[in-house]
């Protein structure tokens, strides 16, 4: 900013950087960047490693199909008891059911957090890309699903002239 700028919209003098240093804190920039980047790298390839995942699925559903084994026992038993004997079976037997669905709840819940991470991380893969991109100077402009080339019209008349003669 010119000092004439600073009286006229009465700002504090700025710290004028030049250009060689202004270059410099980029770089450092990008390298630091950079360094993280491959650290999320190693975390992401470490991520498919954990084997405490599937575990953890099969155990719930082996829970709930042993409660949902355990509630028909229990409905059976209720049925061919006296009246007075049987509320008191048939509402363990709905606590058994309530457990079945908490377990089949909870896996999908577990599914559902590791979606939503995923795509998380492929939208930032995405603004990853499209800020790179952006940053490299070409005159490609990048949309959401897909990726303009500039031209003037002249230069699309010659391509389209030039595509109606072969």
């Known amino acids: 900013m010119t000092q004439k700028l600073e009286e006229l919209f009465n700002l504090p003098p700025s710290d004028a950087t030049t250009p060689e240093e202004a270059k410099s804190s980029i770089e450092e ?6 360094e993280v980047d491959l650290a999320i790298d ?5 991520l498919p490693y ?3 995942l599937d575990i953890s699925d099969k155990e719930l559903d082996d829970l709930s199909d042993l409660a949902k084994e355990k509630f028909q026992d229990l409905i059976d038993l209720g049925m061919n008891v006296e009246a007075r004997f049987s509320g008191h079976i048939l509402a363990t037997a709905g606590t058994l059911l309530g457990h079945a669905i908490t377990a089949k709840q909870a896996k999908l819940d ?5 979606v939503d991470l ?4 492929a939208r930032l893969d995405a603004q990853i890309a499209k800020d790179s991109n952006k940053s490299d100077g070409d005159k490609i402009v990048d949309a959401e699903d897909g990726r303009a080339v500039i031209l003037d019209r ?3 008349l010659k391509q389209i002239l030039g595509k109606s003669d072969k």
Do not use: S, W, Y
């Open 42 to 46: 190693k975390i992401d390839a470490a």
């Open 118 to 121: 995923q795509l998380k991380k």
């Open 29 to 34: 920039n990008r390298a630091i960047i950079q």
């Open 154 to 156: 002249n230069e699309l």
């Open 110 to 114: 577990k599914k559902l957090r590791m």
């Open 50 to 52: 954990v084997n405490d």
